[in-house]
């Protein structure tokens, strides 16, 4: 089984900057688009950015444009999520998640990722 694990999260000042980390196991030979999303307490749980391994595209929601960089390493199954200029409504748990490029889900939608890491908290102090 596809699993994923998120960490990297933390405590930050505002403008301040934090990495979090994806790591997958089980995707075997298959191509996978690597999604991170993320969900403030009450409220819906929205895209952030996604990338493609394998050379592919990369997405990212208008919120963290200039902002976020999405990343992935192959060889360590490792998606990569640089955050900048770090604002307090960036506060939220990120998720990562995973599905098959076969499936043809589009990148932004929360409801076509097939495995989901238990995500990570990042807060930002204002």
């Known amino acids: 089984d596809v699993q994923l694990q998120a960490f990297g999260g933390g405590l930050v000042q505002a403008g301040g900057s934090l990495r979090l980390s994806c790591a997958a196991s089980?995707?075997?030979?298959?191509?996978?688009?690597i999604g991170w999303f993320r969900q403030a307490p009450g409220k819906e749980r929205e895209p952030v950015a996604f990338i493609t391994f394998g050379s592919g595209p990369i997405e990212y929601a208008d919120s963290v444009k200039g902002r976020f960089t999405i990343s992935g390493d192959r060889a360590r199954d490792t998606a990569y999520l640089q955050m900048t200029n770090l604002k307090p409504e960036d506060t939220a748990i990120y998720y990562c998640?995973?599905?098959?490029?076969?499936?043809?889900?589009?990148?932004?939608?929360?409801?076509?990722?097939?495995?989901w890491g238990q995500g990570t908290q990042v807060t930002v102090s204002s």
């Open positions: 998640a995973a599905v098959p490029q076969y499936r043809s889900t589009w990148y932004f939608d929360v409801n076509g990722y097939d495995y």
């Open positions: 089980g995707f075997g030979g298959l191509h996978y688009i």
